[in-house]
């Protein structure tokens, strides 16, 4: 027996591929930026994300019966940042280092538009279950492409992975290095990281054309 | 048979496949089509696209040569050991380094470009022809050409195909390769090491405890932006006997070919003009605040401020971004009004730049890129202006 229905499965695979949040819905890309110059920084947000995301879901989806309309908006901005706040103090006590470099962006993930595009569009009209596998494929969609850009940033313009030299040693000249390679700083530098998504986006467009805008 | 007909018959061959674009344009580069068009109204003229591109490069070809002699007389003066300029030996250190750079420069671009064509079945498009000779003109002698090949293919795909190919392009694709090298490989694109040969290697003999002098190979605007004297005289600014990148030292024959360019009316001489003019305004609101005794020689942008206004225009490679980039047809204004705003305001922007980052003594190619993202915008706004103009002049008349 399958462990989810094929409907199930679908919101989770979805906005991994024809319905990513960053590439696609064009959401969350400022975070995208931001922090994804190392693997680890991406790796950790997306699993903030990933937390804030499906477990605000699941809580927007119990109350949904019982919000006011009017003031659907603060109420989903009360949910958010509670759970912000806590993966921040999560962040703070276990990795204090990593949380100086996400520095305020984990703060922003209030801002975040995948999560209250998700709370509007999805949550408030389904149920827990359904809208916390709605919440994990979104953020992992995200997730995915924030991994993908970390990796590329990280690996070309610091030449390591992780932390883990594995290009060689830019200043003893072991590996890569001792054949004149020289990291591109350009890498670091915000603008290559919207370069990079750019370049995301083409590939995923040109391999399935549904995907492409009219005008 | 002569080399057209087995160009031909080589099209003829690969017609209708995916590969028919790159033999098309190996045929029409050389010569003109077998068959042209029969019906239908036509204007025949001389001055097509691959006209426009060559007589550029014809304009070029004086800084690469004066380029390439330029790049041994800084090698072996920098050594010690000064030769005439005009001497083979001279020459030879040139032609070994600056050659490749045209020849990766050109395989590089021409062969995306070929690849792109492929791809999307359209022809192949000469508008690499130029960019292809002004990236070895604009970069340090001693740049490594993996660097080059990575910033070429990165400026031709980003900077060019991803808007739709030539003619589509918003940002002058060689100087986004040189933007791409500057950011990405810092340290092979300023400091005082790169613009001469041989004295990035003499620099890491000496770390290795060898013992020789260091070469410094410092350009004019590097030595000012950290004020220092400089001792080149103006005549040695002018006719280009001074470290930089390849081709942009001689004001001289930058000029030649500026003149090349106007007379053949390929160049517009409303940019360069403007851009001068644009400069010298920027140089004396400099020259008037050092004067009036506005900042002390104690600043750190006392030197490059007060540099006489005009020196602005013979030192760093103003001339050769003004005369060659800023004139680009397609990254340009395209309305005669807009060219002067356009232009004033990349001769003002290269000199403020210069003056006021000390970490990268040169404006022009920053001035260059942000007023090509200008340039629509201010079109669009001399065009509005235009068409309020004459609905004016269609209300007086009706009314």
């Known amino acids: 027996m399958a462990l989810l229905s094929k409907k199930d499965t679908k919101l989770i695979t979805d906005p991994l591929m024809d319905n990513n949040p960053i590439t696609i819905q064009v959401l969350g890309i400022c975070s995208a930026l931001a922090i994804t110059a190392q693997l680890k920084a991406s790796i950790v947000m997306a699993i903030s994300v990933m937390a804030v995301l499906a477990i605000g879901n699941v809580v927007i989806s119990l109350m949904r019966n019982i919000i006011p309309s009017k003031i659907r908006i603060i109420v989903q901005l009360v949910v958010v940042a509670a759970l912000v706040i806590i993966v921040d103090q999560v962040l703070k006590a276990f990795s204090y280092e990593l949380s100086k470099t996400l520095s305020v962006f984990v703060g922003l993930i209030i801002t975040n538009c995948i999560i209250m595009g998700r709370f509007e569009a999805f949550a408030l009209a389904n149920g827990p279950w359904k809208s916390f596998l709605d919440g994990i494929g979104n953020a992992a969609g995200y997730g995915l492409i924030l991994v993908m850009v970390g990796f590329f940033r990280e690996l070309l313009g610091s030449g390591t992975l992780l932390g883990f030299k594995v290009l060689g040693d830019p200043i003893e000249k072991t590996g890569l290095y001792a054949l004149g390679y020289e990291n591109n700083g350009f890498m670091l530098l915000s603008p290559m990281a919207l370069i990079v998504v750019g370049i995301i986006i083409w590939v995923q467009r040109s391999r399935n054309k549904a995907l492409i805008e009219d005008h | ?399």
């Open chain 2, 1 to 399: 048979m002569g080399l057209k007909s087995n160009l031909h018959n080589l099209k003829e061959k690969y017609k209708g496949t995916k590969m028919a674009p790159a033999f098309n344009a190996l045929h029409t580069f050389l010569y003109l089509p077998n068959e042209t068009t029969h019906n239908g109204t036509h204007i025949k003229a001389a001055d097509d696209l691959k006209r426009t591109m060559n007589t550029v490069i014809m304009a070029m070809v004086p800084c690469l040569i004066f380029g390439m002699f330029n790049a041994g007389y800084q090698h072996f003066s920098a050594l010690g050991a000064p030769v005439d300029f005009l001497s083979w030996d001279a020459f030879y250190i040139g032609l070994i380094k600056v050659l490749p750079l045209v020849i990766v420069s050109y395989g590089v671009g021409l062969g995306i470009e070929f690849i792109f064509a492929t791809i999307n079945n359209h022809e192949v498009e000469e508008g690499y022809l130029v960019t292809g000779m002004l990236v070895p003109l604009i970069v340090p002698i001693d740049i490594p050409l993996w660097m080059l090949a990575v910033a070429v293919a990165f400026g031709v795909v980003i900077g060019k195909e991803v808007f739709g190919g030539t003619g589509m392009n918003i940002l002058n694709p060689a100087l986004t390769i040189r933007a791409f090298l500057f950011f990405a490989y810092p340290t092979w694109m300023s400091g005082d090491k790169v613009w001469v040969h041989g004295a990035v290697e003499r620099t890491k003999e000496i770390a290795a405890g060898a013992n020789v002098d260091a070469i410094s190979g410092e350009t004019i605007l590097g030595s000012l932006a950290q004020g220092h004297h400089i001792d080149y005289s103006l005549s040695d600014m002018f006719f280009g006997f001074i470290p930089g990148s390849v081709g942009e030292t001689s004001t001289l024959l930058i000029l030649l070919g500026a003149l090349f360019l106007i007379f053949t009316k390929i160049g517009s001489w409303r940019i360069m003009l403007s851009a001068v003019v644009g400069a010298l305004v920027m140089g004396l609101i400099f020259n008037g605040v050092v004067s009036s005794g506005w900042i002390t020689e104690t600043s750190k942008f006392y030197t490059l401020m007060s540099t006489e206004f005009w020196h602005h225009l013979i030192i760093g490679g103003f001339a050769f971004g003004v005369v060659f980039m800023a004139t680009d047809p397609v990254t340009a204004s395209q309305t005669n009004k807009g060219k002067w705003i356009y232009g004033f305001l990349i001769g003002f922007l290269s000199i403020m730049i210069r003056v006021f980052n000390p970490a990268y003594p040169e404006g022009v190619m920053l001035a260059i890129l942000l007023m090509n993202v200008f340039a629509p915008t201010i079109d669009h706004y001399i065009i509005q202006g235009n068409v309020k103009k004459r609905m004016k002049r269609l209300k007086v008349k009706t009314a």
